[in-house]
């Protein structure tokens, strides 16, 4: 297999991150690291009807797109910034997340500990696990997500200030920034006619950085479109929650903060309420069903690269909504269709 080598990435266009544009003291703050190619199209879905668009994230990067790599423009300009030597996180046994961090961090020469909860087997949890460990990331795998969480919650070097303790799915604070951007940057395509205002977005959910920053990022941008998640992972983990919109709504009312005190115009802002879809998670973190294999195939046959843990899923609720609405729908693609993922 071919793998990516970033020191040969084709060259990137211009950092594009709109949100300055309204919020310029944020800039200065975050100082994202410019690794995707953005803005990520906005295309017409024709097989599948006039209302049918989706936004590509899954091209966003060179060598790995989809969300992660959105978020880890932000994330990774903080590990810099800290001097961090070695990031530990956590996901499934076939974390896509993982794949992105394993990518980019090899390139910026800081290590990866990965602690992983087993999910059911696949080509793509394989897939993904192989890449992984050819670009050097040093792989844990527990049985549940219990113990791989408390394995990484406990780690002895927490208090090691060169060590840093990423969020599953790189959903820490700053990742939000990067899904609020990305509505701001809908806003522009839309402003240019590129295409309509959707009435509702569709996407999938698991560590919630993604639906926390485009809920918050179309209300900041006057967006008069619903967002809707779909949850993929469990709501909660004993007393803890996990994937609920209590987690969303957290990582919203955070971003809020820091805007409300680095120059957003007048008063306190209103965070709206997340949309959490929970039909399509049974009977699993990382199970198909038939209904997601037939989304699938459907997506597939529209152009689309889908998987059954998430994108699958969220495709499935978004045909359904589609069949029964007279509205532009956009599905937000956010799983990587680049060659790396096979
Ligand atoms: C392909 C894909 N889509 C969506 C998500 C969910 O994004 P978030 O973790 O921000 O909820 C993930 C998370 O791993 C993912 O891999």
């Given at each position: 297999m071919k793998m990516p080598d970033l020191r040969h990435a084709p060259a990137l266009p211009a950092a594009h991150w709109p949100l300055f544009d309204?919020?310029?003291q944020l800039a200065a703050l975050l100082q994202p690291l410019a690794l995707c190619q953005l803005p990520s199209p906005v295309e017409a879905l024709p097989a599948l009807g006039e209302y049918a668009w989706v936004k590509r994230d899954d091209g966003i990067h060179p060598h790995y797109g989809g969300n992660k790599m959105r978020k880890l423009e932000f994330v990774a300009s903080e590990l810099l910034r800290k001097g961090?030597?070695?990031?530990y996180s956590l996901g499934g046994t076939g974390t896509n997340f993982g794949v992105a961090a394993a990518i980019l961090l090899q390139e910026l020469g800081i290590e990866l500990t990965l602690f992983l909860f087993r999910q059911p087997p696949s080509e793509h949890v394989?897939?993904?696990q192989q890449l992984m460990r050819q670009h050097g990331a040093h792989l844990h795998t527990f049985d549940s997500l219990g113990a791989a969480a408390l394995s990484w919650q406990l780690h002895p070097r927490r208090l090691d200030p060169?060590?840093?303790f990423l969020a599953a799915g790189a959903s820490s604070p700053v990742a939000t920034f990067a899904y609020i951007n990305a509505a701001f940057e809908l806003r522009e395509q839309?402003?240019?006619?590129?295409?309509?205002?959707?009435?509702?977005?569709?996407?999938p959910v698991g560590s919630s950085a993604t639906l926390a920053g485009l809920t918050l990022g179309c209300a900041l941008a006057g967006l008069e479109t619903q967002v809707i998640g779909v949850r993929v992972a469990p709501e909660k983990l004993g007393f803890i929650d996990i994937c609920t919109p209590a987690v969303s709504r957290k990582m919203m009312l955070s971003a809020a903060r820091l805007l409300e005190k680095h120059g957003h115009p007048g008063g306190s802002i209103k965070v709206p309420e997340p949309i959490l879809v929970s039909d399509w998670f049974a009977p699993g973190y990382g199970c198909s069903t038939a209904a997601t294999e037939a989304a699938i195939r459907r997506g597939m046959a529209a152009g689309l690269t889908l998987d059954a843990t998430y994108s699958g899923k969220a495709f499935g609720e978004y045909l359904k909504r589609l069949q029964s609405g007279a509205a532009p729908l956009l599905f937000w693609a956010t799983l990587n269709s680049q060659p790396a993922q096979g």
């Open positions: 309204v919020y310029p961090v030597r070695h990031v394989e897939h993904n060169r060590c840093y839309i402003q240019a006619g590129n295409c309509p205002l959707p009435a509702q977005i569709i996407l």
